[in-house]
């Protein structure tokens, strides 16, 4: 019998749900803020020398949050220069919403806006067409590459875009989060459809070895609180099981035994800690700074 459950981003409107209930719930966005904060300065250090003008691609830029905050640190290192920020993102409301946000910020002065309602094959595979090669100082890749069809390409084609002191900047989970072991473990069970990949930074390392790139990652540690997914009926629970296991409607049409084989793992040591009558995923990040 064919299995009833379907692939979360399959469904976009409640993708975007669970992935807000996610964000609401996780230290995500703090995590990566404090690397912005503390550690994306050393890494920008360089990227703008000599230059007038700073291209910066943002790949699968979402509501523009992080990306406002990456230029902001960019422009503190290069007062007065000019930037160009190109958007890489296929949602047109997240386009809207990233809009909104650089509407209400004060500071963008000297800073140029472009958005592309595109994936990242898709603008890839345009500006191909286009015999297009625009050369960066700074693209970023933050928690996109699961959706890419060919990882090891895209990476090999948007590093091909690297200035000489340029750095690409990728942000996925770890291979030391809870992400690891739940999908090394279930992955197969879950209706991946070809949307979506699961893929940490264990697979990112063994990708840009073999392509012979220099890097160096950064550990963000991050959390995800899930103890509503322990409570029945919970609508937020609900939302964040879809949202762990890509599934739409997880907890109503996973067969029972996987059910309970998720539910279980999550809160084994190797995904989860309970602390306070909470259970805490581990959402811990890897930053991945790719020379050129």
């Not at 996780?26 to 890494?43: A, N, R, Y």
């Not at 690297?162 to 992400?179: F, R």
């Amino acid at each position: 019998m064919a299995s009833p459950m379907k692939g979360l981003p399959s469904d976009p409107s409640r993708y975007l749900q669970s992935f807000r209930i996610f964000l609401a719930n996780s230290t995500e966005h703090q995590s990566m803020q404090e690397f912005i904060q503390k550690q994306l300065p050393s890494v920008v250090s360089s990227i703008g020398n000599g230059k007038s003008t700073i291209n910066v691609l943002s790949v699968g830029g979402g509501s523009g949050e992080i990306d406002l905050q990456i230029l902001s640190k960019i422009q503190a290192r290069y007062p007065g220069v000019t930037i160009n920020n190109e958007v890489i993102e296929p949602a047109a409301d997240q386009i809207v919403k990233y809009k909104e946000h650089v509407a209400a910020a004060s500071n963008l002065k000297n800073v140029n806006l472009t958005w592309h309602e595109e994936t990242a094959t898709e603008y890839q595979n345009r500006m191909n067409a286009e015999k297009k090669s625009k050369k960066c100082d700074f693209i970023h890749m933050i928690q996109v590459l699961y959706y890419v069809k060919d990882i090891p390409a895209t990476i090999r084609y948007f590093h091909s875009l690297l200035e000489k002191q340029a750095k690409l900047l990728i942000i996925v989970v770890s291979g030391t989060s809870g992400w690891e072991t739940l999908w090394k473990k279930y992955g197969p069970s879950f209706p991946i459809e070809s949307l979506c990949t699961y893929l940490s930074s264990y697979d990112i390392k063994r990708m840009l070895d073999s392509a012979g790139l220099k890097y160096q990652i950064h550990e963000l540690p991050s959390h995800l609180d899930i103890t509503n997914c322990f409570i029945e009926g919970s609508k937020d629970g609900q939302l964040l099981l879809d949202f762990l296991t890509e599934t739409c409607d997880f907890s109503k049409t996973a067969p029972s035994e996987l059910k309970h084989q998720v539910m279980e793992q999550l809160r084994k040591p190797e995904c989860s800690e309970e602390r306070d009558g909470k259970v805490l995923f581990n959402n811990t990040l890897s930053a991945i700074v790719v020379e050129p």
